[in-house]
């Protein structure tokens, strides 16, 4: 939006002319969707507590974090207005892709917001049945996978890229819309199973989110994408603001959503971070990537279907408890070393995501 108030302006000073640089645009996505969290955080807190809006924990969960029932939650709320109103400022609104992601993820969030409501109003921590928010998933996750196929204009906007390998893609055809299905909705969840000590998902989040801007521009920029090997795709280098946006509101949550935390995002944050994340992968054609970088959200899932098909086989569990994070803190291990060595393992995972913008 500002952008095109620049475009007005450029007549009057050339230096107007630097906010046409997505660079520029993705760096002050970051610090504005940060000044949203810092500006509004604390306010949020308070109405949190102040309407009771708190945190039901699992009667079979850990007894440490019996002392986390009440901690207020929905605190996802923040980083989806912190990221929509960053991406909407700094972003250029005239973008169909920016507008894709924007949707997906407040659709997201809403699912998220009815089903942490549904907790709160019943005084229970089941929120929506499994039936109903996996079916608005779905719908929402076809919806955005219709909408990339029949905006496709080549074959190769439907294929999957693999990694590392030059020139080598798997065309899906309509199968695509499934595809695309799969990675949001799948994304969506395993960021919500992570979130479950904290700090835990958002830090990742962060990373990857990070990570996904590099690729969104590096695929948007003919350059770039012709020196790297990347397909280049009109327009997309947009996203590395909704990206940086994401980065920044989750660092500025994180401040207070450390240890102890004094606020929980609920799964109207994880549920519309990970769709995020999902869409953007999907968009940018890094699904695999973004299996790799979210190593930690996969791992988590996997333990549960593990946890799940093990005990129904042989009535036996493979883990303590499950997500993961719980089987490590009924080994002892303190709640702060299991989040930041989660962190340190996506920062790696990361990293090695990156690493495939050149190796082909």
């Known amino acids: ?29 970051v610090l504005t969707a ?149 990675v949001i909705v799948g994304s969506s969840n395993a960021v919500n199973l992570t979130d479950g000590l904290d700090g835990l998902a958002i830090m990742p989040c962060v990373l990857v989110a990070s990570a996904l801007a590099v690729f969104a521009y590096a695929s948007g920029n003919a350059v770039f994408a012709d020196y790297l090997g990347f397909s280049y795709i009109q327009g997309v280098g947009e996203l590395s603001v909704f990206c940086t946006a994401i980065g920044g509101a989750g660092l500025g949550f994180l401040w207070f959503n450390a240890y102890p935390a004094q606020v929980f995002m609920g799964d109207v944050g994880a549920l519309a971070l990970g769709a995020a994340l999902g869409v953007v992968a999907v968009i940018v054609r890094q699904e695999l990537v973004l299996l790799v970088m979210g190593g930690v959200f996969v791992a988590e899932t996997v333990s549960v279907i593990l946890q799940v098909a093990t005990y129904k086989l042989t009535g036996k569990r493979m883990f303590r408890m499950a997500p993961l994070h719980h089987h490590f803190e009924l080994k002892g291990w303190a709640e702060p070393k299991i989040i930041v060595r989660f962190w340190i393992v996506t920062l790696v995972l990361v990293l090695i995501g990156l690493s495939t913008l050149k190796i082909r």
């Open 1 to 29: 939006m500002l952008m095109y108030l620049a475009d007005w302006l450029e007549p009057l000073h050339s230096g107007f002319r630097v906010f046409q640089f997505i660079t520029l645009r993705a760096i002050l996505g």
């Open 34 to 182: 940060m000044l949203f969290s810092f500006l509004f955080g604390p306010w949020m807190i308070r109405k949190l507590t102040f309407h009771q809006i708190g945190q039901h924990v699992r009667d079979d969960g850990p007894q440490s974090h019996l002392v986390k029932a009440g901690t207020p939650t929905m605190g996802g709320s923040l980083i989806i207005a912190s990221v929509i109103v960053s991406t909407l400022l700094w972003a250029d609104v005239a973008n169909g892709w920016v507008w894709l992601t924007v949707l997906v993820t407040g659709a997201f969030g809403a699912i998220g917001f009815i089903d942490d409501y549904r907790k709160l109003a019943f005084g229970n921590s089941k929120g929506l049945s499994a039936r109903a928010k996996y079916g608005a998933q779905t719908l929402v996750g076809l919806a955005a996978g219709l909408w990339l196929y029949l905006g496709a204009s080549s074959a190769a906007e439907t294929s999957v890229l693999i990694p590392m390998l030059k020139d080598v893609a798997v065309p899906l055809g309509a199968g695509y819309i499934v595809w695309s299905y799969f």
